[in-house]
């Protein structure tokens, strides 16, 4: 069951971008639609807001109400809004700990669960029920660093709930599984690190150590992937130095159990050995292993739990072309399009990357992420 609480403090706000839809319809302070001015009154939602919650509950979603007022005022304020018929179950306490032991005691093994609001006393609720928080109502602002994300529109509130399934299926799937090493591949600029960066604040949430790898880091020096004519197949071939990762890392942690090393790993800008990483897993940990060109051999044997994060190829060249400054050459879009993209491409077409993995994610609209299988 895919569940989302919500505080009041969602429906009595208003997005930038309502309020300024609102705006337009009024001219000289007089409504062109005969309604009040928006924040007038407490009578008034943002029809966003009602938007999403059809969609949302067009998804599946069973949707809750969760906050400190009494149900009698709850249920008043739903009944004034017009929106009591899409809410299941109203949670209702003064306090934390009360908030805390209904939140469990609905909440299945398997079920996600998300809460939606500003209200600080349901915030901490929800993250003591290792229930992740969008921040969305007034004080946004205020708890944003604390929470999973924050949300700045009805459609942006529906856009990290997808997200976060997604990213709550993964962590499960790798906690259920006791993975040790959990790979995550993809084109260049398919979202590898921010979908990593948002599982392990989920990881987080739910108590389990892991330590992020990522496969740039085992690059081999310019002159060798740039070796042949071809500067694609170079790359496919020589890109990675994927003996290094195998040597130093991978089968250490594989044989102990667990891993604390200093590894020194290759600039790109002498071609010396001189980036120190120090990876550090203990045996109640997992590895996250995120690059390109990952899941065929030497390093496929490796991974436990495997995500293939698809993405057109346009919309990475696209992403590609914002990069602030170059990483090789004096044109990095010119790069990606001679050397990355032929590469994957051959790497797509040998392998099939999505064939046999744990989860295919769709994430060429990276606002809204799609698990393909």
């Keep these: 069951m895919n569940r989302i609480y919500f505080d009041l403090g969602v429906f009595t706000y208003w997005s930038e971008e309502s309020l300024e839809n609102k705006r337009l319809a009024f001219k000289d302070g007089v409504s ?23 969609h949302l ?3 599946g979603y069973e949707l809750n109400i969760c906050d400190t007022l009494p149900s009698a005022d709850i249920i008043g304020r739903l009944d004034r809004f017009g929106i009591r018929s899409f809410f299941e179950q109203i949670i209702t306490g003064g306090s934390e700990d009360i908030l805390v032991k209904h939140l469990v005691r609905f ?8 809460l939606v609001g500003t209200n600080e006393v349901v915030i901490c609720a929800a993250e003591h029920s290792q229930i992740p928080v969008i921040a969305y109502g007034e004080n946004w ?12 529109s009805p459609i942006e509130i529906e856009d990290r709930a997808a997200t ?19 790979g ?8 590898k690190k921010f979908f990593v960066k948002k599982l392990g604040r989920y990881f987080d949430l739910l108590g389990k150590e892991y330590t992020v790898l990522n496969l740039e880091d085992f690059h081999r020096a310019v002159e060798e992937t740039y070796k042949g004519e071809d500067p694609g197949e170079s790359y496919y071939f020589n890109g990675f130095n994927n003996e290094k990762l195998i040597n130093e890392v991978l089968d250490p942690f594989v044989k102990a159990g667990s891993i604390d090393k200093v590894v020194y790993c290759i600039d790109s800008t002498n071609d010396a050995f001189v980036n120190e990483r120090h990876y550090r897993i203990s045996p109640d940990g997992v590895m996250v ?18 995500v293939y994060m698809r993405c057109d190829y346009k919309e990475s060249e696209h992403r590609a072309s914002l990069m602030d400054t170059p990483v090789y050459g004096d044109d990095p879009l010119e790069v990606y399009r001679n050397k990355n993209i032929p590469a994957q491409k051959m790497y797509v077409q040998r392998h099939d990357p999505a064939k046999g993995r744990d989860f295919v994610i ?12």
């Design 32 to 54: 062109v639609s005969g309604g009040p001015v928006p924040g007038s009154s407490g009578d008034e939602m943002d029809p966003g807001l009602s938007d999403m919650l059809r």
């Design 57 to 59: 509950h067009s998804a």
């Design 107 to 114: 909440r299945g093994k398997d079920d996600f669960s998300l």
């Design 141 to 152: 602002m205020e708890y944003r660093r604390r929470a999973m994300a924050y949300a700045l």
């Design 164 to 182: 976060l399934s997604v990213i709550h299926e993964v962590a499960r799937r790798t906690i259920e599984k006791k993975a040790r090493v959990l």
């Design 184 to 191: 995550i591949d993809g084109i260049d600029y398919a979202g």
């Design 289 to 306: 292993l995120l690059g390109p060109m990952m899941f065929r051999e030497p390093l496929l044997r490796y991974f436990d739990v495997t």
């Design 362 to 373: 769709d994430n060429s609209n990276f606002h809204r992420p799609v698990l393909v299988s």
